[in-house]
């Protein structure tokens, strides 16, 4: 099967522009999580999603919201961006037929903003 | 508020012996601890699961240990090879399937 995919890989912005990313997860796979990595605080859990509905969200703005398709496929979109929103942008997709949830990445998207 | 504490930031050892991590929690209750590789610049790799209620688990030169009264987990790598210098992150998981808690990663580095 092929991995979880995610585009863009790179993306430069400007604070108070907003950005969407994508992701494409394992094919059969319905949970997608995203997360966001930094240095100074690790990995984050922002939100995730099963059959088109957002079952947990982590504690971020309201600027960071996202979505999910009827394929599995899911995006996340950031408003306002503002400079501490740089970091590695991590999607990864889950089989719900077990009953624990090991996790598989995609390469994720590195956001810069300026 | 959940915390997750893995013991070191970075860690070296020297080829051919044996790197043990640790990942230390608190106000928590995993159902389930996972163990993730994160090579630079790509997303973290699923190594290993141990339930709660599992003491060890072992995959190849990997092995790890789960102590709930502890509230620890102990990752050894034996005979460790410069290949296996990566970060590697401890997630929990309550068990819900709906989001994993990571800790901040050791980096480990093995020398030739």
Known sequence: KAGVTQTPRYLIKTRGQQVT????PISGHRSVSWYQQTPGQGLQFL??????????????????????????????????????????????????????????FGPGTRLTVL | SQKIEQNSEALNIQEG???TLTCNYTNYSPAYLQWYRQDPGRGPVFLLLIRENEKEKR????????????????????????ADSATYLCALDDGSARQLTFGSGTQLTVLP
């Open chain 1, 21 to 24: 990313l994508s992701c494409s």
């Open chain 2, 17 to 19: 012996k044996t790197a």
């Open chain 2, 59 to 82: 995959k190849e030169r990997l092995k790890v240990t789960f102590d709930t009264t502890l509230k620890q987990s102990l990752f050894h790598i034996t005979a460790s090879q410069p």
């Open chain 1, 47 to 104: 939100f995730e999603y099963f059959s088109e509905t957002q079952r947990n969200k982590g504690n971020f703005p309201g600027r960071f919201s996202g979505r999910q398709f009827s394929n599995s496929r899911s995006e996340m979109n950031v408003s306002t961006l503002e400079l501490g929103d740089s970091a590695l942008y991590l999607c990864a997709s889950s089989s719900r037929d077990r009953n624990y949830n090991e996790q598989f």
